[in-house]
């Protein structure tokens, strides 16, 4: 299955690079912070028409088109078609493909793709985690050595106060942090080791489906911030990390 929803998800990256004045082509959708360009619908368009034939069945769950049934009853394509559109539309290229395929809900298969980097993230559940075919694991660094990434839960702007209470505790812990703007990657990137603990208070399940079965298949281990499994439905918190780092959540003021 990955041998074909890779090529694909490749093939979509090559929309993002092909972006040019994104700013004309940029939309809000419920406010200055809240957008999305010609470009997401492209991607989403390509991949909605591409990956469900794979699975006859599957439905299909965007960010940006949802079939009006539940990613939890049968084989679902869970989408983000480009996480980090904020980055993508400023330039930043710091952004994302993010494809998981979910049966009963529970994901299988996971894929991110970073054009810009041309960073192939996948894993199939119980086979493991690679990029461009390497295997991947976390880090053994303790938060003392380490660094953690964090998002600001943009679109739960309530959130902020306890977000920014969570980074003062884990910054006192830690050497640094960074806030990347793309979760997806955020999750590849404790999965690869180059962070070793992210978190955010709000997240929808296109943002963290394909990351979390990589980041788990690479060793680390993902709930929200209350100690649950991740939610599919509806948008929930995340606690992201490696193994050294876990239960660090379990001393904190959540």
Request: hydrophobic share 40%.
């Amino acid at each position: 299955m990955l041998e074909q929803i890779i090529p694909i998800v490749r093939e979509a990256g090559g929309i993002v690079l092909s972006a040019k004045d994104i700013w004309s082509h940029t939309h809000e959708k419920t406010s200055a912070a809240d957008l999305v360009t010609e470009y997401d619908l492209a991607v989403e368009s390509f991949l909605k028409e591409k990956l469900p034939p794979l699975v006859p069945g599957a439905i299909f769950f965007g960010e940006e088109e949802k079939e009006n049934t539940s990613p939890l009853d049968g084989w679902a394509f869970i989408v983000d078609p480009i996480d980090g559109t904020t980055n993508f539309v400023r330039g930043l290229k710091q952004s994302a493909i993010s494809v998981a395929l979910a049966h009963d809900g529970i994901v299988e298969y996971g894929v991110v793709y970073d054009p810009y980097k041309d960073e192939m993230f996948s894993a199939r559940l119980g086979g493991g985690a690679f990029l461009n075919g390497l295997p991947i694991h976390v880090s053994a660094r303790p938060l003392s050595e380490g660094i953690f990434g964090m998002g600001t839960a943009l679109y739960d702007r309530h959130l902020f106060g306890p977000t920014l209470r969570m980074t003062e505790q884990l910054f006192r812990r830690s050497c640094d942090f960074r806030r990347l703007g793309a979760a997806a990657l955020d999750l590849c990137d404790v999965a690869c080791g180059r962070l070793d603990l992210f978190f955010e208070y709000s997240l929808s399940p296109w943002d963290h489906a394909a990351g979390g079965l990589i980041l788990t298949e690479a060793g680390g281990v993902i709930s929200t911030l209350e100690g649950q499994p991740m939610r599919y439905t509806q948008r929930c918190s995340v606690w992201a990390s490696n193994q050294v780092n876990k239960d660090i959540l379990k001393e904190l003021e959540v």
